[in-house]
């Protein structure tokens, strides 16, 4: 799943949860995402100065 797939998830099912359990999703996914290939490729693209390489879409 991509970023934007897993931010229009957890809006949506924002919209039937309370704030705590909305927060509890929106970070569970910030991790999982942070733990991908294309993160760290970005990370390592900034740091670096160069434009990132991706490879998950």
Known sequence: ???????????MQG????IQQ???RERH??????NTK????GIHAFVEKRKPKFIQS
Do not use: N, P
């Open 38 to 41: 294309d993160a760290k490729e």
């Open 29 to 34: 996914r910030f991790a999982e995402l942070f």
């Open 1 to 11: 799943m991509t970023s934007i797939t897993r931010t229009i998830e957890c809006i």
């Open 22 to 24: 909305g927060l509890k």
């Open 15 to 18: 919209y039937q949860e309370d």
